[in-house]
């Protein structure tokens, strides 16, 4: 044959012979199909790279998972950002970390799903991908077909969330109840993260600020405001809304009974600043009454603003020495540069509208509140925002030593919020500690043993990698992992389905009484994305990466 194979199944170069003059004259140039720089990596090379970067990603992660998870620093070295991150939470690693390797980025994008999806998990899905991918390595090994594995999977993820979904309890009826389900799944997310010293405070802040929506699920109404100073423990929860601004020079400092105008305009127009226009004049005196006018105009717009009949005027943008005057004078209080988060908040909260034009004040709906004063939080001032009309804002404020401590406790305790938020919607609970996943892995176990075939191979591979997730909790915590989990295999087998790790002691026990519950939402959602990922990432036999484009210097400039 005229073609040169290289040892394990590659063809890396195809060689054409050439006939010269009649005579067979084979010439080694190799034919190239791709771009010059271009790479391939083909069946087996491919399968390999996919497995080396998504176990790496999983083995770099799984030591922050459960309660005895350790944290990970991330130091970042850009210009601008030259900054240290210590955090607990699966996504933020993962965005993090620049990634090269696609199977790699796979793990990534799913887990920042899930942390847009539910806000808590994000570990355990990277985590359960991983596994599944090890246990696909040595089934593939054994010369069984990723399409075989995969479907065996197929039927073993829609029989374990049929059984998770079996074995979620409801308990929305009762109020009382469903309190004390939410005051544990925020204890159980914030076990694993920093806050786990104060979790029950934390906990009994994130539910009442979520209870306090009233089932609208609109995390936008609770605001969270990190101040430097003091410790976590003397974090609370303020009703109404804050906003980090002061007041303007001679105006009311204290508001009742307030009525706002929330504006984006621009006040700042007391100099000439017309843009790129010229003006031609023969004497200073004219320059003079060009200012007036434009000082004129400001008049009037300030005056078609009160003609709203308002008291508190907010806007996004700068307010000049000459407009704050003026609103002084009329007893009006100006707040200047909210920025726009603060302004969209604000419209939200005050019921208001942001205006830009003012000339119809009948169609224009004001915000409201009862009162508007100045407090101090460590050193700062804030503006403090009560009997707002949305009566369910709140704003968490979050005091701790140094700026990661407050990154981190944001982060955690937005992870709680939106894994309340999501249980408010959808009530079902299951129940942590590894309890769910034995108990997933236990059904699909036994689905194996009935089914013929090769795809009964590849369930209990998957009831394995299920079965990892407590294994890596307790591996975590320092205890005897294989001791624990078959003590949990064998419980769950005799039918104690809510048997789980107690981290706390080390040992096995039944986590209705120890209150480890955690949200059905996030459970099912890690269990789908998970399989739904590695099933991807199997199917791959071929990776080809483009040729870098060539940097050309530019000629001209």
Not at 69 to 92: C, R
Not at 360 to 383: A, F, N, Q, Y
Request: hydrophobic share 40%; glycine share 8%; net charge negative.
């Amino acid at each position: 044959g005229n073609t040169i194979v290289q040892p394990r199944g590659e063809v890396s170069e195809v060689l054409i012979p050439r006939t010269v003059c009649g005579s067979k004259m084979a010439s080694l140039q190799p034919v190239q199909i791709l771009q010059a720089g271009a790479e391939e990596e083909k069946a087996e090379t491919a399968r390999l790279s996919s497995f080396v970067g998504a176990i790496a990603i999983g083995d770099l992660i799984k030591s922050t998972l459960g309660p005895k998870g350790m944290d990970k620093v991330l130091v970042s070295m850009g210009p601008h950002n030259a900054g240290v991150q210590v955090t607990n939470d699966g996504a933020t690693i993962l965005k993090s970390i620049g990634v090269d390797n696609p199977a790699a980025k796979v793990l990534v994008d799913i887990s920042l799903v899930q942390d847009d999806e539910v806000g808590d998990g994000t570990t355990s899905v990277t985590v359960l991908a991983c596994e599944l991918l090890k246990e696909a390595e040595h089934l593939i090994s054994r010369k069984i077909h990723p399409q075989t594995i995969i479907s065996g999977w197929r039927k073993a993820a829609d029989c374990a969330r049929q059984a998770l979904t079996d074995e979620a309890k409801d308990n929305s009826a009762d109020p009382e109840k469903f309190k004390e389900d939410l005051l544990n799944i925020a204890r159980t997310t914030l076990s694993s993260k920093l806050l786990t010293q104060h979790k029950d405070y934390f906990a009994r802040l994130a539910v009442d600020a979520i209870l306090r929506l009233k089932g609208s699920g609109n995390l936008e109404a609770i605001q969270l405001i990190k101040k430097l100073g003091s410790s976590l423990s003397d974090s609370y929860l303020e009703e109404g809304f804050l906003l980090e601004k002061k007041v303007g020079v001679n105006q009311p400092k204290r508001l009742e009974n307030a009525r706002i105008l929330i504006a984006n305009t621009s006040m700042d127009t007391d100099k000439i600043k017309v843009f790129g226009s010229k003006v031609r004049v023969d004497s200073t005196a004219k320059i003079a009454e060009l200012e007036l006018a434009e000082k004129e105009k400001m008049k009037d717009k300030v005056d078609m603003i009160l003609r709203h009949n308002i008291n508190c005027f907010i806007n996004r943008q700068l307010i000049y020495n000459y407009p704050e005057q003026l609103f002084a004078d009329a007893g009006v209080m100006a707040i200047e540069h909210a920025d726009f988060e603060g302004i969209e908040r604000l419209a939200l909260v005050l019921g208001g509208e942001i205006v830009s034009t003012f000339g119809r004040p009948e169609g224009v709906k004001l915000g409201s509140c009862k009162l508007i004063e100045e407090i101090m939080i460590g050193e700062d001032k804030l503006l403090r925002f009560s009997g707002v009309a949305l009566g369910e804002a709140c704003t968490i404020v979050i005091r701790g030593a140094t700026q990661q401590i407050l990154d981190e406790a944001d982060r955690s305790l937005h992870d709680a919020l939106c894994v309340l938020q999501q249980t408010v919607k959808e009530t079902r609970i299951v129940y942590g500690g590894g309890a769910s996943e034995m108990l997933m892995a236990n059904v699909v176990q036994q689905l194996a043993a009935k089914t013929p075939g090769k795809e009964s191979i590849a369930m209990e591979a998957f009831a394995r990698a299920l079965r990892q997730l407590p294994t890596i909790i307790a591996d975590n915590a320092g205890y005897d992992s294989s001791e624990l989990i078959a003590q949990l295999r064998a419980l769950h087998s005799e039918g104690k389905s809510t048997s789980g790790l107690d981290m706390a002691n080390g040992c096995v026990g039944d986590m209705v009484e120890l209150g480890i519950t955690e949200s059905f939402q996030v459970k099912r959602q890690v269990l789908i994305s998970a399989a739904e990922a590695a099933e991807m990432i199997l199917r791959v036999d071929d990776i080809i990466k483009a040729a870098p484009r060539k940097r050309v210097p530019h000629h001209g400039h």
